[in-house]
């Protein structure tokens, strides 16, 4: 039971920074591999996926009936992300990614001074693109984002929010939206896999699924509440975390 509890406040947690800019796995992970340490990994992460799809479809949901979502660039990008994502699950059965693993803090710490460099950055929301280059835009992005999350994962939520401001012109809050439903494509396509390895604990991650959801509901009212501004600095202080976590991972815990 004290198990339970520590990891259904973990969800709740995760969910509301992820249905705001992503990165709930850096709470949500840690909590299950701390609590868990002799449950098989494969499982913690199928466990983590079963909760962390709801909450993230509900953030989803959140956006769609109360902001404009961009469902032009949405759509293919989840669907990219979808088949993408068992591409990457593949490939990593094949090749480890280590390399990976020791360039992600730096690609992230590059993420951080733009935004932090950029005072304006996803302040407005003026899209770049329409028609037949705003899908191949978000093809190449839904689908790159969705084979790394099927090969390694870490940050992909927040790597989707920069890439859709970056690359699509959205300010923080409308790049959130579409992020949540090119995530939700990615952590289905997962969470298949998973299910059909038989690598899931469905009583514990339908506990975590409740309060991942109560959780991103939260969030998703501080973020309409505060609008672009609170998304772009917590943005940023989830991608600080996110530095940390992967340098400790790659660089001394080995």
Not at 126 to 143: D, M
Not at 215 to 224: D, E, H, P
């Amino acid at each position: 039971m004290e198990d339970y509890v520590i990891l259904a406040a973990a969800a709740f947690v995760a969910g509301m920074i992820d249905a705001v800019v992503g990165g709930g796995g850096l709470i949500q992970l840690p909590a299950l591999f701390s609590t868990l340490p002799n449950v098989a990994p494969a499982t913690l992460l199928g466990t983590s996926k079963l909760a962390g799809v709801w909450g993230t479809g509900a953030a989803a949901l959140g956006f769609a009936r109360r902001v404009r979502v961009q469902w032009s660039t949405a759509v293919p990008a989840a669907v990219a992300a979808f088949a993408l994502s068992f591409v990457g699950a593949y490939t990593v059965t094949h090749i480890p990614p280590d390399f990976i693993r020791k360039l992600l803090p730096f690609i992230l710490i590059a993420v951080a001074a733009y935004t932090f460099a950029k005072k304006d950055f996803g302040s407005i929301h003026a899209p770049l693109h329409i028609g037949g280059k705003e899908r191949a835009w978000a093809i190449l992005v839904g689908g790159g984002i969705g084979f790394y999350d099927g090969f390694f994962g870490p940050g992909t939520g927040s790597f989707l929010v920069f890439l859709f401001v970056r690359f699509f012109g959205f300010d923080f809050l409308g790049a959130s939206a579409v992020a949540k439903v090119v995530n939700v494509a990615c952590n289905i396509a997962a969470l298949l896999w998973f299910g059909y390895s038989g690598h899931l604990l469905w009583q514990l991650g339908v506990v975590m699924a409740i309060c991942n959801v109560l959780g991103s509901l939260i969030g998703i009212r501080l973020a309409l509440r505060h609008g672009s501004g609170f998304v772009r600095k917590l943005f940023l202080v989830v991608v600080t975390g996110l530095i940390l976590k992967t340098g400790y991972d790659a660089f001394v815990a080995g």
